[in-house]
């Protein structure tokens, strides 16, 4: 089963748009990870926030983590087509191993 | 950096043949993780490997998959034999494991179809 899921499954917006992206999960975690997937390859890591951490920014992601609802956001903010992907939020409970939501596919319009 | 490195990156192959996956780890990582992409299931964890030795295999879906991790710089995934509900996108990623938070490099993925 998977522990974290993102909402909403689909996303479509008008580039120069912000998209927010949201993920929930049922454990503790000891930190939680976004990662962006271009059609057709592997993944690749975008931030990592610790379960202490409330908010934390990379360039134009901004990602918060709310323990008390077990809940993340992840916000793209300007939005370029080439941020066209699919994000999926993925929890580390310390065992080392990572569990990953279903996704959120993005697509931005030029 | 060459990233990890997967071969092949297309497989066909027909129902009841033997595939094996092949997958080179970023130098100097010690932490090696089998992932399958499906549509339906998403992406599930199989197996992983810590300083060569296999953790937590409860991922593996039956008998019919097996990996091994003979050295630091080279992994395989085999299916005997296969069947076509083993269709999918099988990544392969690697991280340092030294105590603290981690992030997992993925290399780009083998797409096997199985007929």
């Known amino acids: 089963s998977q522990q974290g899921e993102e909402d909403p499954q689909a996303l479509s917006i008008q580039e120069g748009e912000n998209a927010t992206m949201n993920c929930s999960y049922k454990?503790?975690?000891?930190?939680l990870q976004w990662y962006r997937q271009n059609s057709g390859r592997g993944l690749v890591h975008l931030i990592l926030?610790?379960?202490?951490?409330r908010e934390k920014h990379s360039g134009r992601l901004r990602v918060t983590l709310d323990t008390s609802k077990k809940s993340s956001s992840l916000l793209i903010t300007a939005s370029r087509a080439a941020d066209t992907a699919s994000y999926f939020c993925?929890?580390?409970?310390?065992?080392?191993?990572?569990?990953f939501g279903g996704g959120t596919r993005l697509m931005v319009k030029p | 950096d060459a990233g990890v490195i997967q071969s092949p990156r297309h497989e066909v192959t027909e129902m009841g043949q033997e595939v094996t996956l092949r997958c080179k780890p970023i130098?100097?990582?010690?932490?090696l993780f089998w992932y399958r992409q499906t549509m339906m299931r998403g992406l599930e964890l199989l197996i992983y490997?810590?300083?060569?030795?296999?953790?937590?295999d409860s991922g593996m879906p039956e008998d019919r998959f097996s990996a091994k991790m003979p050295n630091a710089s080279f992994s395989t995934l085999k299916i005997q034999p296969s069947e076509p509900r083993d269709s999918a996108v099988y990544f392969c990623?690697?991280?340092?494991?030294?105590?603290?938070?981690?992030?997992?490099?993925f290399g780009p993925g083998t797409r096997l179809t199985v007929t």
């Open positions: 993925a929890t580390d409970d310390a065992g080392n191993m990572l569990t």
């Open positions: 130098s100097g990582h010690n932490s």
């Open positions: 454990t503790s975690i000891n930190n």
């Open positions: 926030i610790r379960s202490n951490e």
């Open positions: 990623a690697s991280s340092i494991q030294a105590g603290g938070p981690h992030e997992q490099y």
């Open positions: 490997f810590n300083n060569n030795v296999p953790i937590d």
